[in-house]
């Protein structure tokens, strides 16, 4: 699903127009990737939780030449299911 799809979709089921719908989506995606940017949490209980990962620098391998490259360190998102996603996706 494409987030054009995915805005027609909250549109359809909320009842407000495409453009509602839109501003909606996008202030919901704009919150959570703020959060994350300030090193925060965003909790949906039962639907999971977005957190912000430390990945530590390592050594990595240019598949190309062979040669040894340092990738530093960085941040990355993460999202982890909650109960509730996981059942309803294992369940159909």
Wanted: net charge positive; aromatic share 6%; hydrophobic share 35%.
């Amino acid at each position: 699903m494409t987030k054009a799809e995915f805005i027609d979709e909250v549109a359809r089921k909320t009842g407000q127009s495409k453009k509602d719908a839109g501003d909606a989506v996008e202030a919901v995606l704009s919150t959570i990737t703020d959060t994350l940017k300030r090193g925060g949490d965003v909790t949906f209980t039962g639907f999971g939780k977005f957190t912000v990962q430390a990945r530590a620098a390592r050594t990595g391998v240019n598949p190309r030449t062979g040669e040894k490259v340092q990738i530093a360190a960085t941040k990355v998102p993460k999202f982890s299911a909650g109960s509730q996603l996981k059942a309803s996706v294992k369940g159909g």
